[in-house]
């Protein structure tokens, strides 16, 4: 069965103060592993996708890899307005469903 | 371009009442899914409809289930409700293409609470 865990579960940073998100996963045959960002509220904004190992998606302050057991989801020089959930999820195999992880809690202080 | 849009966006009901939740899926996708969120939890997986046909079920029991519409739009019904079935409901939307590698994208929810 597909997994996915994310560390750590919040995170507290100040403006401008670049840190790294963790989503570990298990899967058999991965299809994509993809990022959302999710405001109190609100449902699930989809960020990016990942497919295969070595891979880098970019934007605005924002950076994901993926490597065979994970993924990292880089802020760069954070701003007040990047506090939100961010939601790691994999599709795998002959599945249709994504499977989540529980997310991490950004909150980023001027 | 209108995004996945769904109806109501707050609920209130007792135990043992029924639910209809609605779901209009994002210009140019034909296929939908469902998702319970928990607060605190991440989105888990009900089921999936293409072709008006369900495609894949999650753990979930037979009280939950779908329908999905020639126009592709979809929803969502819940029987004989629990205290445990008060949750945000997120409908989300893809193209069958690629093999289901697409991201799929959320609507902002159903939030159903249960007295």
């Known amino acids: 069965e597909d997994q996915v865990t994310q560390s750590p579960e919040a995170l507290r940073l100040q403006e401008g103060e670049s840190s790294s998100l963790n989503c570990s996963y298990t899967?058999?045959?991965?299809?994509?592993l993809f990022w959302y960002r999710q405001d109190p509220g609100k449902g699930p904004e989809f960020l990016f996708t990942?497919?295969?190992a070595g891979e880098e998606k970019e934007k605005e302050r924002l950076k994901a890899t993926l490597t065979k057991k994970e993924s990292f989801l880089h802020i760069t020089a954070p701003k007040p307005e990047d506090s939100a959930t961010y939601l790691c999820?994999?599709?795998?195999?002959?599945?249709?469903?994504?499977?989540f992880g529980k997310g991490t809690l950004l909150t980023v202080n001027p | 371009d209108a995004g996945v849009t769904q109806s109501p966006t707050h609920l209130i009901k007792t135990r043992g009442q029924q639910v209809t939740l609605r779901c209009s899926p994002k210009s140019g996708h034909d296929t939908v899914s469902w998702y319970q969120q928990a607060l605190g939890q991440g989105p888990q997986f009900i089921f999936q409809?293409?072709?008006?046909?369900?495609?894949q079920r999650g753990n979930f029991p037979d009280r939950f289930s779908g329908h999905q519409f020639p126009n592709y739009s979809s929803e969502l019904n819940v029987n004989a409700l629990l205290l445990g079935d008060s949750a945000l409901y997120l409908c989300?939307?893809?193209?069958?293409?690629?093999?289901?590698?697409?991201?799929?994208?959320f609507g902002d929810g159903t939030r159903l609470s249960i007295l």
């Open positions: 409809y293409y072709e008006e046909e369900e495609r």
């Open positions: 899967v058999s045959g991965l299809r994509g």
């Open positions: 999820a994999v599709g795998g195999g002959s599945n249709y469903k994504l499977t």
């Open positions: 990942l497919y295969s």
């Open positions: 989300a939307s893809s193209p069958l293409r690629d093999r289901d590698n697409q991201p799929q994208h």
